[in-house]
């Protein structure tokens, strides 16, 4: 009996509360995630790194699916933000909102070439179907400063490494 509480019981409870919660229309309360934006150096020569970020406003409390080459980075709900650092090279990038139903045809994905030293942004398009915005520095910065890490989720994407930094200043770079 002991290991059926343990084993099915508690997590069918805990599975089940946070269920209820992701499917509730009130806004997360972003003291629960991870540290609020703050701007760091550029990363080491070996990496490159994507800052993808979901500003506030929002008409779904969807998630927004993040991948790296096909494989889920992020969950990124209202006001959340998270870092993708890689070796420099050529990524498959995408992003689509995560309602039930949802058809390959949404799944918005871009090939984009990631040089090394740099740091580019990536909106989360929330007014539509989550389609990847590449964002200059200076925009993103202003829309991310009120915004939080996401770090609720753990990554699948192999590609994608912890983010090492130089202490040089910040470089406008974009996308295209």
């Known amino acids: 009996m002991n290991n059926f ?9 805990i599975f089940g509360g946070l269920f209820c919660a992701l499917h509730a229309n009130a806004a997360p309360d972003t ?11 550029e990363v080491v020569n070996d990496q490159a790194q994507v800052v993808y970020y ?5 008409t779904s409390q969807q998630a927004a699916l ?31 909102m995560d309602s039930q139903g949802a058809q390959a045809a949404t799944h918005h994905r871009f090939q984009t070439t990631l040089k090394p030293g ?19 520095r200076i925009e993103a910065e202003r829309e991310l400063a009120d915004l939080h890490l996401q770090e609720h989720v753990l990554s699948r994407a192999s590609a994608v490494t912890e983010c090492r930094y130089l202490s040089q200043p910040l470089a406008d770079y974009n996308i295209r």
């Open 31 to 41: 003291r629960a995630f991870g540290e609020r934006w703050q701007a760091k150096a």
């Open 54 to 58: 979901r500003t506030q406003p929002s």
């Open 118 to 136: 740099k740091t580019y942004f990536v909106r989360v398009n929330t007014q539509g179907d989550g389609k990847p915005q590449p964002v200059r």
């Open 66 to 96: 993040v991948t790296v080459d096909g494989k889920l980075q992020a969950a990124l709900l209202p006001g959340m933000y998270t870092r993708i650092c890689v070796q420099p090279g050529s990524y498959t990038l995408g992003g689509w």
């Open 5 to 13: 509480i343990q084993h099915i019981v508690i997590p069918t409870v």
